[in-house]
């Protein structure tokens, strides 16, 4: 138990150790992963999973996935990138894509926030509340 919670906060310790502006710097990143391969300190496939895991998060949460009925026209594209990048900043990478289920509408999430605004999902709503 001693050990897990060590890991953990070493694990933390070095993820912000790769953190440049509040970013992940993946050039830092391989560089802690690869020290401490190299010097496989006490419980290091812990700390590499610990920070492996933190990374996912980070990951997840910098990156925003938009989904749509239909391919978006550029200008679209680009209002809803400024919305999001001014709600949630700089340093989200955007992925656009199509999903025809979705029949019309957006469905937007960053990280763990979901933002549902497709056809589909409002049928499903009043198909639930009949």
């Known amino acids: 138990m001693k050990i897990s919670k060590q890991a953990l906060r070493e694990a933390r ?5 790769c953190q440049v502006n509040g970013l992940l710097d993946p050039n830092r990143l391989r560089q802690v992963v690869s020290l401490l391969a190299a010097r496989k300190p006490r419980g290091y496939v812990e700390i590499l999973s610990r920070l492996h895991r933190l ?3 980070d990951v997840e ?3 925003a996935r938009v989904e749509s009925a239909t391919l978006l026209p550029a200008d679209v594209q680009a209002d809803v990138s400024d919305h999001i990048k001014k709600n949630y900043g700089a340093g989200l990478d955007i992925l656009f894509s199509q999903n025809p289920a979705l029949i ?3 469905r937007i999430q960053v990280g763990s926030d979901l ?16």
Request: charged share 25%; glycine share 10%; no cysteine.
């Open 55 to 57: 990374v996912k998060l």
């Open 115 to 130: 933002y549902d605004g497709s056809v589909k999902t409002r049928l499903e709503k009043l198909e639930q509340s009949f």
């Open 61 to 63: 949460q910098h990156t």
């Open 13 to 17: 310790q070095l993820f912000r150790s």
């Open 104 to 106: 019309g509408g957006l």
